[in-house]
Every structure is written in C-alpha cells, then in structure tokens.
C-alpha cells in the first residue's frame, strides 16, 4: 500500500517513513505543503498522514484543496495543536482521523491499517478467502491454520489484491501501490512475488488476467 507522508520537522519524517517501511507499506515523503500538495494530486495514495503546521502551504488547505477536487484518500491529520477547534476544523474539512502530537507509532500504524481498511470496504480485521486467513492487524497469514511466513512486499501485494478482491488489479495499480518514489523497480519484480504468492497459498489463488493483471476471487468466507 503506497502511503505520503507530509510533515516539515525531518527527525520526525525519517522515523515515519522508516517505520512505515518496516511494515512494508511504500511511503513517500514530503517536507514542506508545496511539496505535499503536488505530491498528493499526482499521485493515487491508500492514504496521507498530513501535517498541520507547514510551511508553504499548511495542513488545512491542503486538505481544502484534495477535497475540492474530489479526491477521496483517507487523510489521518498529525497536529501538536490540541485545541477542540482544530480537530472539529481538520474534521470539517474533510480529514479522517487525526493524532496529537506526541503519539505512539503503534497508534499511529493501527489507525492507519484501519483507515485503509474502511476506504476498501473491509469492515473486519480478518479476510478469509477460502483455505487462506489474512489478518491485517498482525500482517499474518495462515493457510490451513499453519501460519504462512511472507516478506513484506509479498504480504503488501497479497493485502492489495485480497482488500480488492473480486476486482482487477492491473499490473500499473501493483506498481503505484507497492513501490515508493525510492525505490528501484524492475519490469519483472511483480512477476517474482506473484509466483511466490502461488507456491505458498496454491497455485490457483491468483488468477492472471493476460496482459491487464491480476485479481483474487471469491467471496469472502463467513464464520472466521
Ligand atoms: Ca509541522
């Protein structure tokens, strides 16, 4: 899931990105409103952590700006401001969620896994398609009951297709939603994690639309 993360004090924006790495979301990076906003309207993001006090153009209007075009990405608003009326304006505005500084990452990673959730659709943490459980709090899998060990670009791929399934996800969404601004892609990389994906969840559980990209069937299974 390819995050952007818009905040102008660099300790605190190379913890972020970092940390959001680690948990295998692509992130980029943004340190000042001018930045942010051109980052924000050029490219489809699962979500934005957006600072309020920037420079340039700051948190607010940016966020005026996103929902005047209609963009629908789920906004979590950070603010060291702690008064009832930025939060109730930041709402208004058409935030999602917000977090005071300072704030634990952990809350931080659980509000977002929960934002992205809900712009998808999945109310429940856990998404069963047939043999195969995805817990998208722990970023686990199991197959059978048998946890299934994944790397976290394989985990990001497979949670893509898994809160869309049902849908095609083209071979473009793979790119924008697994891969940041850093880093190196080659052409056959989604290929590699596909293949991947299929030796340890059954060959079938993926299903290649030539030439467009990739889709996960079926229904969700009921009773988790
Ligand atoms: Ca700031």
Known sequence: MRVLVVEDEPDLLSALVQTLQEEGYAADQAADGHEGLFKAESSDYEAIILDLMLPGIDGLEILRRLRQQRRKTPVLILTARDSVNDRVTGLDTGADDYLIKPFALSELLARLRALIRRNAGQVDPLIQISDVVINTTTHTVCRNGTEVPLTAREYALLE??????????????????????????????????????????GKDFIQTRRGQGYQVDGSETDDV
């Open 160 to 201: 893509l297709l898994t809160l869309y399934r049902g849908k095609l996800i083209t071979r473009s969404m793979i790119y924008e939603q697994l891969f940041g601004d850093d880093d190196d892609t080659l052409s056959n990389v989604v290929e590699v994690h596909v293949s991947h994906l299929r030796k340890k969840l």
